[in-house]
């Protein structure tokens, strides 16, 4: 009876400890919209009416979304607003903010494209542009012709 027991206590707690590895790897993605339809062609969603898609690292706010993937495991997240907007928050430095009329945020490569009066917001810097392309893991962009970068003065 008693090696039963701890032959018990030693599953359940493999088992528990295998559960809570699982939780901490999975990140939640929480969508708030007036309306959703999946869409079977394209293997995703489209959401529109207030649309805010919220996860542990990022959040985007717009009028209108198409998902591409399983709302869980997004690969990219394409939304129109006026304007569209994505904050992604980074662990050693300040969030990066952008916005325009059209964004496009890639899950997988970690990038954001933004047309329509985009601008963003990344570290000291403030840039605005009829286009942006913006990476994520490096910190580097890409603008159109019409761009023009502000560099706020970092007082320490």
Known sequence: MYFRMILFL????LLLLSYM?????YDPVLVAAEKAVQSNLE???FISGGLSIKEEQWEIKASTGLISGPLTDADVLEVAGSPASIRYNFEDKAPFLGKGSLLTYDVVKKTVDMQGDAEI???A???SSNAIHYDLETGTWEAGNDSRVKVRRIMR
């Open 121 to 123: 917001s990344a570290d």
């Open 43 to 45: 293997g995703g969603f």
């Open 10 to 13: 030693q599953i359940f707690s």
């Open 21 to 25: 590895q699982s939780l901490a790897a």
């Open 125 to 127: 810097q403030l840039i």
